[in-house]
Protein backbone atom coordinates (compact mmCIF):
# COMPACT_ATOMS: atom_id res chain seq x y z
CA UNK A 1 0.00 0.00 0.00
CA UNK A 2 1.34 3.55 -0.73
CA UNK A 3 0.46 6.72 0.58
CA UNK A 4 -1.88 8.98 -1.27
CA UNK A 5 -1.92 12.82 -2.94
CA UNK A 6 -4.81 15.49 -2.06
CA UNK A 7 -5.74 15.27 -5.84
CA UNK A 8 -5.85 11.65 -5.89
CA UNK A 9 -8.38 11.75 -2.82
CA UNK A 10 -10.60 14.02 -4.96
CA UNK A 11 -11.36 10.95 -7.70
CA UNK A 12 -12.73 9.23 -4.59
CA UNK A 13 -15.17 11.20 -3.43
CA UNK A 14 -18.30 9.02 -2.97
CA UNK A 15 -16.55 5.86 -3.20
CA UNK A 16 -16.53 3.28 -0.68
CA UNK A 17 -13.64 2.62 1.80
CA UNK A 18 -12.41 -0.26 3.84
CA UNK A 19 -10.04 -0.52 7.16
CA UNK A 20 -7.27 -2.49 6.44
CA UNK A 21 -8.53 -5.73 8.23
CA UNK A 22 -11.32 -5.51 5.45
CA UNK A 23 -14.46 -4.13 7.38
CA UNK A 24 -16.96 -1.90 5.27
CA UNK A 25 -16.63 1.41 6.64
CA UNK A 26 -18.71 3.84 4.48
CA UNK A 27 -18.76 6.37 1.48
CA UNK A 28 -16.00 9.37 1.55
CA UNK A 29 -17.66 12.78 1.79
CA UNK A 30 -15.48 15.06 1.53
CA UNK A 31 -12.12 16.32 2.90
CA UNK A 32 -10.12 18.90 5.13
CA UNK A 33 -6.83 20.87 4.27
CA UNK A 34 -4.79 22.65 6.42
CA UNK A 35 -3.69 26.38 6.27
CA UNK A 36 -1.02 24.94 3.63
CA UNK A 37 -3.67 23.38 1.23
CA UNK A 38 -2.45 19.93 2.32
CA UNK A 39 -4.74 17.33 2.64
CA UNK A 40 -5.87 16.71 6.90
CA UNK A 41 -8.72 14.82 7.40
CA UNK A 42 -10.71 12.70 4.99
CA UNK A 43 -14.44 12.25 6.38
CA UNK A 44 -16.37 9.19 6.02
CA UNK A 45 -20.18 8.27 6.51
CA UNK A 46 -20.43 5.30 8.44
CA UNK A 47 -23.53 2.93 7.70
CA UNK A 48 -25.46 4.04 10.78
CA UNK A 49 -25.11 8.33 9.13
CA UNK A 50 -22.67 8.98 11.72
CA UNK A 51 -19.57 10.99 10.03
CA UNK A 52 -16.10 10.19 11.07
CA UNK A 53 -12.59 11.99 10.44
CA UNK A 54 -9.55 10.23 9.52
CA UNK A 55 -6.43 12.11 9.62
CA UNK A 56 -4.04 11.93 6.43
CA UNK A 57 -1.20 9.55 7.80
CA UNK A 58 -3.95 7.19 8.60
CA UNK A 59 -5.21 6.99 4.74
CA UNK A 60 -4.07 4.37 1.95
CA UNK A 61 -4.22 3.64 -1.03
CA UNK A 62 -4.31 -0.38 -2.09
CA UNK A 63 -4.29 -1.01 -6.18
CA UNK A 64 -7.78 1.78 -6.66
CA UNK A 65 -9.56 1.63 -3.25
CA UNK A 66 -8.78 4.05 -0.20
CA UNK A 67 -7.79 2.06 2.79
CA UNK A 68 -7.84 3.28 6.36
CA UNK A 69 -5.33 2.43 9.61
CA UNK A 70 -6.85 2.38 12.55
CA UNK A 71 -5.54 5.15 14.93
CA UNK A 72 -3.85 2.68 17.91
CA UNK A 73 -1.34 1.25 14.83
CA UNK A 74 -0.45 4.78 14.07
CA UNK A 75 0.76 5.60 17.64
CA UNK A 76 2.64 2.16 17.84
CA UNK A 77 4.42 2.94 14.81
CA UNK A 78 5.02 6.70 15.87
CA UNK A 79 6.44 5.62 19.51
CA UNK A 80 8.59 2.60 17.86
CA UNK A 81 10.21 5.07 15.49
CA UNK A 82 10.69 7.64 17.53
CA UNK A 83 12.32 5.17 20.09
CA UNK A 84 14.76 4.08 17.38
CA UNK A 85 15.71 7.73 16.95
CA UNK A 86 16.88 8.31 20.22
CA UNK A 87 18.94 4.79 19.99
CA UNK A 88 20.68 6.12 16.98
CA UNK A 89 21.72 9.31 18.51
CA UNK A 90 23.17 7.58 21.39
CA UNK A 91 24.70 4.62 19.45
CA UNK A 92 26.14 7.52 17.21
CA UNK A 93 27.83 9.40 19.88
CA UNK A 94 29.40 6.47 21.74
CA UNK A 95 30.86 6.30 18.02
CA UNK A 96 32.34 10.08 18.05
CA UNK A 97 33.91 9.60 21.73
CA UNK A 98 35.27 6.37 20.08
CA UNK A 99 36.97 8.19 17.44
CA UNK A 100 37.82 11.02 19.70
CA UNK A 101 35.51 13.43 17.64
CA UNK A 102 33.79 14.83 20.69
CA UNK A 103 35.29 15.10 24.45
CA UNK A 104 34.11 12.76 26.77
CA UNK A 105 32.09 15.70 28.82
CA UNK A 106 30.51 16.37 25.74
CA UNK A 107 29.52 12.88 25.32
CA UNK A 108 28.36 12.31 28.80
CA UNK A 109 25.81 15.39 28.99
CA UNK A 110 24.94 14.49 25.15
CA UNK A 111 23.98 10.86 26.44
CA UNK A 112 22.46 11.99 29.79
CA UNK A 113 20.00 14.21 27.14
CA UNK A 114 19.45 11.24 24.81
CA UNK A 115 18.74 8.42 27.88
CA UNK A 116 16.63 11.04 29.18
CA UNK A 117 14.65 11.13 26.28
CA UNK A 118 14.17 7.42 26.33
CA UNK A 119 13.07 6.93 29.25
CA UNK A 120 10.77 9.41 28.87
CA UNK A 121 9.61 7.59 25.77
CA UNK A 122 9.51 4.22 27.67
CA UNK A 123 6.49 6.24 29.81
CA UNK A 124 4.81 6.51 26.33
CA UNK A 125 5.33 2.72 25.75
CA UNK A 126 3.47 1.81 28.81
CA UNK A 127 0.61 3.93 27.67
CA UNK A 128 0.50 2.84 23.96
CA UNK A 129 0.14 -0.52 25.44
CA UNK A 130 -2.26 -0.28 27.89
CA UNK A 131 -4.36 1.69 25.17
CA UNK A 132 -3.54 -1.42 22.58
CA UNK A 133 -4.79 -4.00 25.80
CA UNK A 134 -8.07 -1.98 26.09
CA UNK A 135 -8.65 -2.38 22.35
CA UNK A 136 -8.03 -6.24 22.51
CA UNK A 137 -10.54 -6.92 25.04
CA UNK A 138 -12.99 -5.02 23.23
CA UNK A 139 -12.30 -7.32 20.70
CA UNK A 140 -12.30 -10.11 22.75
CA UNK A 141 -16.05 -9.00 23.93
CA UNK A 142 -17.20 -8.79 20.14
CA UNK A 143 -15.50 -12.20 19.44
CA UNK A 144 -17.69 -13.76 22.68
CA UNK A 145 -20.87 -11.83 20.97
CA UNK A 146 -20.42 -13.60 17.91
CA UNK A 147 -19.60 -17.15 18.89
CA UNK A 148 -23.14 -16.66 21.25
CA UNK A 149 -25.07 -15.76 18.05
CA UNK A 150 -23.52 -18.30 16.03
CA UNK A 151 -24.76 -21.24 18.71
CA UNK A 152 -28.43 -19.36 18.88
CA UNK A 153 -28.52 -19.31 15.02
CA UNK A 154 -27.38 -22.90 15.24
CA UNK A 155 -30.21 -24.03 17.91
CA UNK A 156 -32.91 -21.96 16.12
CA UNK A 157 -32.12 -23.70 12.56
CA UNK A 158 -32.08 -27.09 14.48
CA UNK A 159 -35.77 -26.13 15.91
CA UNK A 160 -37.07 -25.17 12.97
CA UNK A 161 -37.59 -21.00 13.70
CA UNK A 162 -35.02 -20.13 11.52
CA UNK A 163 -35.42 -21.23 7.26
CA UNK A 164 -32.40 -22.70 5.90
CA UNK A 165 -31.90 -19.97 3.72
CA UNK A 166 -31.81 -17.64 6.36
CA UNK A 167 -29.45 -19.16 8.36
CA UNK A 168 -26.89 -19.30 5.86
CA UNK A 169 -27.03 -15.61 5.50
CA UNK A 170 -26.58 -14.98 9.15
CA UNK A 171 -23.34 -17.44 9.13
CA UNK A 172 -22.22 -16.06 6.41
CA UNK A 173 -22.39 -12.76 8.29
CA UNK A 174 -21.03 -14.11 11.25
CA UNK A 175 -18.19 -15.82 9.92
CA UNK A 176 -17.15 -12.91 7.84
CA UNK A 177 -17.36 -10.79 10.74
CA UNK A 178 -15.17 -12.84 13.13
CA UNK A 179 -12.45 -13.15 10.75
CA UNK A 180 -12.43 -9.42 10.90
CA UNK A 181 -11.78 -9.69 14.42
CA UNK A 182 -9.23 -12.55 14.06
CA UNK A 183 -7.46 -10.17 12.13
CA UNK A 184 -7.21 -7.39 14.09
CA UNK A 185 -6.77 -9.79 17.12
CA UNK A 186 -3.52 -10.88 15.49
CA UNK A 187 -2.55 -7.69 14.64
CA UNK A 188 -2.88 -5.95 18.01
CA UNK A 189 -1.62 -9.01 19.81
CA UNK A 190 1.83 -9.24 17.58
CA UNK A 191 2.23 -5.48 18.42
CA UNK A 192 1.78 -5.76 22.38
CA UNK A 193 4.48 -8.44 22.19
CA UNK A 194 6.82 -5.75 19.85
CA UNK A 195 6.23 -2.97 22.09
CA UNK A 196 6.45 -4.73 25.44
CA UNK A 197 9.74 -6.67 24.15
CA UNK A 198 11.37 -2.98 23.27
CA UNK A 199 10.28 -1.48 26.17
CA UNK A 200 11.75 -4.32 28.19
CA UNK A 201 14.87 -4.19 25.96
CA UNK A 202 16.60 -0.43 26.67
Same mark, same amino acid.
Do not use: C
Given at each position: ???????????????????????????????????????????????????????????????????????????????????????????????????????????????????????? &?????????????????? &????????????????????????????????????????????????????????????????
Amino acid at each position: MQSISDMEIKHFLGKNTNDIYGRYLGPIVSISKNSNDDLEFLHVDLKNGHLVKYSAEQIMMDQDKIVIIPTWRIKAEKIKKEMNQAQKRIYALEEMLEKEEISRDIYEGLKLNQSSAINS &LKGKYTESIDHLKKRLNE &LKIQINDFSSFLVEMRAGKTNGKIQDDDYKKALKSIEQNLNYLFFEKQDLENYIVDLESEKNKN
